[in-house]
C-alpha cells in the first residue's frame, strides 16, 4: 500500500504582541463649589406646565398665571430648572412668555382678588393701575375703584363717571389727560424785562425799613454778557447819616453768588 506524502508542517506564527492599554484616569468627585446644572424639580417642572397651560387662557385666567408667576418669582423656583435669573426663566428656553407681560400681569394680581378681576376684566385693571401711578395723590390701584372718572361729552365738556361704568378707553384717556396737565412746560429764554426780581428783594426792603420806614427799594435786571444778568439797584427814603448803615444791611440780605 502507497505511502501518502508527508506534508511540511505550517511554520507558527508568533502572537503579536498586545498594544500598551492608556492608563485610565482617575475619577474626580465633582466640586461642590462648582455650580452643577441641576434638572428641573418637580415644584418647577408643575409650576412650568401650570404657566404654559394658564398662558394659552391668559384672556380669562390671567389673575391665576400672575399668581402662579409670583410664587416662582418670589420663591426663587427658576433656580432650580438652572436659571440664573427670573427673566431667563420667561425666555425661549422657559415659559416664552414677554418680560412686560408677565411684570404687568404680577403687579395686577398684586393688587386685586380674584373677584374683582373676573369683574372688570385685565384691560381695565391694568389702566387702573396706570390712573393710580399718573395721579398726584398717593392712592393703590384699589382705591381706583372709587374714583370718579373724567370723561368728555360729545358737547365737549368734562363728565364724570363711576369707576364701574367707565370704559377701558376712557381710563386709559383720562391717564393721558393727567399726563399732559403734569407736563413741564418748556423753557423759555426770558428777555432783559422778564428777568425775575432777586428772592432777596423782600427781605432786604424789610432790614432797610428797620432804620429808614420809608424806605423804597427798586430792582431791575439787563441782560448781560456772561452767564448772569446785571442788577440795578434804586434807594430812596434813606436819609443821610443812615446810609452806610442802609448799605451794610443790603449788603448782608443779598446772595454771595
Known amino acids: 500500500m502507497p505511502q501518502k506524502p508527508i506534508r511540511p508542517l505550517k511554520p507558527i506564527k508568533i502572537p503579536r504582541p498586545l498594544k500598551p492599554t492608556k492608563p485610565l484616569r482617575p475619577i474626580r ?17 408643575r409650576e412650568t406646565a401650570k404657566i404654559l397651560r394658564l398662558k394659552d387662557e391668559i384672556g380669562v385666567r ?9 410664587r416662582v418669582h418670589d420663591q426663587a423656583i427658576y433656580a432650580q430648572g438652572g436659571f440664573d435669573s427670573f427673566e431667563q426663566y420667561l425666555g425661549r428656553k422657559g415659559v416664552g412668555l414677554g418680560r412686560t407681560t408677565a411684570y404687568r400681569l404680577m403687579e395686577l394680581a398684586r393688587n386685586f382678588g380674584r373677584e374683582i378681576a373676573r369683574k372688570h376684566g385685565k384691560t381695565k385693571l391694568l389702566a387702573s393701575i396706570d390712573l393710580a401711578k399718573a395721579t398726584p395723590e398717593e392712592d393703590r390701584p384699589i382705591d381706583v375703584l372709587a374714583y370718579q372718572i373724567e370723561v368728555t361729552s360729545t358737547d365737549g365738556k368734562p363728565q364724570f363717571k363711576p369707576f364701574k361704568d367707565a370704559s377701558s378707553n376712557e381710563i386709559k384717556r383720562a391717564v393721558q389727560r393727567i399726563k399732559r396737565r403734569q407736563a413741564k412746560k418748556p423753557h423759555l429764554v426770558p428777555m432783559p424785562h422778564q428777568y425775575l426780581k432777586p428772592a432777596w428783594q423782600a427781605e432786604a426792603l424789610r432790614s432797610l425799613r428797620a432804620i429808614a420806614p420809608k424806605a423804597t427799594l427798586s430792582i431791575q435786571t439787563a441782560k448781560a454778557k456772561g452767564p448772569d444778568p446785571e442788577i440795578t439797584l434804586t434807594l430812596s427814603g434813606i436819609p443821610r447819616s443812615k446810609l452806610r448803615i442802609a448799605l451794610t444791611r443790603l449788603a448782608q440780605a443779598a446772595p454771595e453768588s
Open 29 to 45: 468627585p465633582p466640586n461642590p463649589f462648582k455650580p452643577q446644572p441641576a434638572a428641573p424639580s418637580k415644584e418647577l417642572s
Open 62 to 70: 390671567f389673575w391665576d398665571l400672575g399668581q402662579c408667576l409670583i
